[in-house]
Nanobody, 119 residues
Framework: QVQLVESGGGLVQAGGSLILSCAASGRTFSTYAMWWIRQAPGKERAWVASITQNGAGKTYSVPVKGRFTISRDNAKNTVYLQMNTLKPEDTALYFC????????????WGQGTQVTVSS
C-alpha cells in the first residue's frame, strides 16, 4: 500500500508556472506507475500525465502536451508535475495517483492540491 500527499498548488496568473509535488510513503514507490489527474469545477476527472516505474515512459493529454512535464525521483519517493504557460482552463484540483502499470487504472490516490489560474 502507498499513501500519497500532493503539494505545490496555488494561485497563479495566466502564463505563469507552478511545480506540483507528490510524496509517497512506503518502500515500494519505484514499483508503481504514477499519474497526475485533475478535476475542474463541475467536470469529470481528467487524466493529465503519467510516468512509468523507471521514469523512461511519459505520456500527456492533448491539452497539456508541450506545457507540462512529469518526472519522478525514486530515491525521494516523489513525483512532480512542472506546469508552464498556465491557462485559466488549467484551473482544477490536481491529484496524483499510483497504479501497478501505466495501462491500469490507478489504485491509490492523494487528496489533491488546488491550482487556480487567473486571467
Amino acid at each position: 500500500q502507498v499513501q500519497l500527499v500532493e503539494s505545490g498548488g496555488g494561485l497563479v496568473q495566466a502564463g505563469g508556472s507552478l511545480i506540483l509535488s507528490c510524496a509517497a510513503s512506503g518502500r515500494t514507490f519505484s514499483t508503481y506507475a504514477m499519474w497526475w489527474i485533475r478535476q475542474a469545477p463541475g467536470k469529470e476527472r481528467a487524466w493529465v500525465a503519467s510516468i512509468t516505474q523507471n521514469g523512461a515512459g511519459k505520456t500527456y493529454s492533448v491539452p497539456v502536451k508541450g506545457r507540462f512535464t512529469i518526472s519522478r525521483d525514486n530515491a525521494k519517493n516523489t513525483v512532480y508535475l512542472q506546469m508552464n504557460t498556465l491557462k485559466p482552463e488549467d484551473t482544477a484540483l490536481y491529484f496524483c495517483a499510483a497504479s501497478q502499470s501505466a495501462t491500469t487504472i490507478p489504485t491509490y490516490w492523494g487528496q489533491g492540491t488546488q491550482v487556480t489560474v487567473s486571467s
